[in-house]
């Protein structure tokens, strides 16, 4: 449980030092953020097809194939449907846009780009809190490791829109410690659904398997060849995928 809890924190924590970068940095290039994000894309892609889908084929029995499709899809269909349920969350900020109108399109994009990355840290933490149902310790490290790696450019460009839209330097930080809290609630919750109940641990493993893969491909891809470094993203991709295979081969 303690591996659990630090891994929670480490996980949720990433967020934050991303989010401190983005205050020393606060002009962060689009071509650096890409190549970054692209490499722990790879590496997000890479633990959800070894530390969750394929554990969820192995431990998933007779209809092992059925559960594991059914759990991705689900996943999947999870993300997607909390992405359309979107709050404005505009007290938070700090920000009168009544007395400010012009203000309201900027903040209302900035806040829904906000909430999009606090959103999929549920199901990224549930991802993370999941792989360690297996009990393999380190395909579960490895998993988390790589969803922690993808935080820290995330939690930088969130600071720097939040800033221009007008929000104060210390609501910025609470913003982005909240997101961070969002990833340690799931990945408790997630550890803990598989410890109540082992039956579910295949299903559970194809749906945080699902959660990610839809992260990566509606969200993580298409930013990182938005801005011209389609090249250099793939091959970033590709050197984080093959990262997390190397690993998985020399620690297994």
């Known amino acids: 449980m303690k591996i659990v809890l630090l891994t929670a924190l480490g996980v ?37 097809v070894i530390g969750l889908i394929l554990p969820s084929l192995e431990y998933g029995g007779k209809f092992s194939l ?7 899809f689900c996943g999947a269909f999870c993300v997607n449907l909390i992405d ?32 999009a990355i606090a959103i999929h840290n549920l199901p990224e933490g549930i991802a993370a809190g999941v792989g360690f149902g ?10 988390a490791g790589g969803i922690a790696l993808q935080n820290i450019p995330e939690g930088m460009v969130i600071i720097a829109p939040m800033l221009t839209a007008g929000i104060s330097h210390k ?21 803990f659904a598989v410890t109540v109940s082992t039956a579910i641990l295949p299903f559970a493993l194809a749906f945080a398997g699902g959660t990610m893969l839809y992260v990566i ?24 995928f093959c990262l997390m295979v190397a690993f998985d081969v020399l620690l297994g």
């Open 84 to 115: 359309k349920i979107v709050p404005h969350l505009h007290r938070l900020t700090g920000v009168d846009t009544e007395t400010h109108p012009d203000a309201q399109k900027q903040l209302d994009k900035v806040l829904l780009f906000v909430i």
């Open 171 to 191: 609501r910025t930080f609470l913003i982005a410690i909240i997101t961070g809290v969002v990833e340690v609630i799931g990945t408790l919750l997630g550890y």
């Open 217 to 240: 491909s509606d969200e993580m891809i298409p930013e990182t060849h938005a801005h011209g470094s389609e090249r250099g993203a793939t091959y970033s991709l590709l050197a984080g």
């Open 66 to 72: 059925l559960v594991t499709i059914v759990g991705v």
């Open 134 to 143: 297996t009990g393999n310790i380190a395909d579960a490290i490895v998993i």
């Open 12 to 48: 949720g924590g990433a967020s934050v030092i991303g989010a401190l970068f983005g205050f020393t940095f606060k002009k962060i290039s689009h071509k650096f953020s890409d190549i970054i994000l692209s490499f722990a894309a790879g590496v997000m892609l890479s633990a959800s």
